[in-house]
């Protein structure tokens, strides 16, 4: 990685709860000023940025729906105006309904893909012209895509959609020495795997992998951390499934 200004500022969609809260924190105490993106109710992504400035971060809370394209430009534009040019990029934005194939609304496709392909898809073409040199993209995908269960089928293909773009954004930003990965999150213990899930279904998937747990959100951070560190430099195109094991 090209020598860092200080600190280097990094965007995380999605940021002002479960995993993409833990990546902001993880990003603001590795050095990084942290734009905490959300889409609706500042709440949540308010509190964050207080407390990340309290611990004398530098962070923002920044509004804007992924799908919509005006509104990331708008993202990227309040980002550097505030913080500076981005050197990271973490597109943790998504969503998770598990329905059977057959039961899936056309409204919620629509939604899914827009936000979980779509989304991911909009920060990706502004990252390609504005990001550092040097710079890092860290998508998300999950390890849904490896395991074949039933009612993640829609899921499933917007997952797969991020892995395709992770493996060819990698080639196409060739000569900037900016890498471009994934991280697949096993189970992980926050809002979008609990809700919805009874008590014994929670507990199943706690047994499936050898380490016998839920990850945690601070699991999934410190992948992203490395990820976007000067110690993944030579890590590039990869999909790095963080799951205990399970697949």
Known sequence: ???PRHPQVAIVTGASRGI?????????????????????GSAQADALVAELTAAGARAIAVQADVANAEEVRRMFDTVEAQLGRI????????????VPLAEHTDALYDQTFDINVRGTFNTLR???????????????????????MPGYAIYNATKAAVEAFTHVF?????????????VAPGPIATSLFLDGKTEEQ???????PPLQRLGQPEDIASVVSFLAGPDAGWVNGQILRANGGVA
């Not at 050197?87 to 598990?98: H, R, S, Y």
């Open 1 to 3: 990685m090209n020598t």
């Open 20 to 40: 993409g809260a833990a990546v902001a924190q993880r990003l603001a105490r590795d050095g990084f000023a942290v734009a905490v993106n959300y889409a609706s």
């Open 87 to 98: 050197d990271v990029l973490v597109n943790n934005a998504g969503v998770l309904k598990t």
């Open 126 to 148: 502004e990252a390609a012209t504005r990001l550092n040199e040097g710079g890092r993209i860290v998508n998300f995908s999950s390890t849904t895509l490896a395991l074949n």
């Open 170 to 182: 990698a080639k196409e930003l060739r000569g900037r020495d900016i890498t471009v990965n994934a």
């Open 202 to 208: 929670i507990q199943a998937f706690a047994k499936m």
